[in-house]
C-alpha cells in the first residue's frame, strides 16, 4: 500500500485561507477528520481502536473503506462546534488542496 504524505501543517493553513475561517477552526476540523479516518480503520492511531460497528457500515473498494464525505461531515458537526457549513467548506478547501498538491 503506498502512503500519502503532505505536510499537515501547511494543509490546515491552506484549507483555513481557502473557507476563511480561523487556524483553530480548520485545526480542529483536521483532529477530528484524523480520529473519524482512525475509527473506520483509514487512519493508524494508537489512542483511538477502530470501531467495527462503523466499519461494518462501510462501502469498500479494493478491500479499502470507501470514505463517504457526506458521513464524515456530519461526524465533524456532530462533535465540534464547527457548523456544517463551515465544514462542508472545509472539506472542499482540503478536496482543492489534494487536487492541486496532486495527492488524489
Do not use: W
Amino acid at each position: 500500500m503506498d502512503y500519502i504524505e503532505f505536510d499537515a501543517n501547511d494543509l490546515v493553513a491552506y484549507i483555513a485561507t481557502k473557507a476563511r475561517c480561523t487556524l483553530e477552526q480548520a485545526q480542529e476540523y483536521f483532529a477530528l477528520e484524523e480520529e473519524y479516518l482512525s475509527l473506520i480503520g483509514v487512519e493508524e492511531n494508537p489512542e483511538i481502536a477502530p470501531d467495527p460497528d462503523r466499519i461494518a457500515e462501510l462501502e469498500t473498494q479494493d478491500g479499502m473503506p470507501v470514505v463517504d464525505e457526506e458521513i464524515l461531515a456530519e461526524y465533524i458537526a456532530e462533535h465540534s462546534e464547527l457548523e456544517m457549513e463551515l465544514v462542508t467548506q472545509l472539506l472542499e478547501a482540503e478536496d482543492d488542496y489534494m487536487v492541486k498538491n496532486g495527492l488524489v
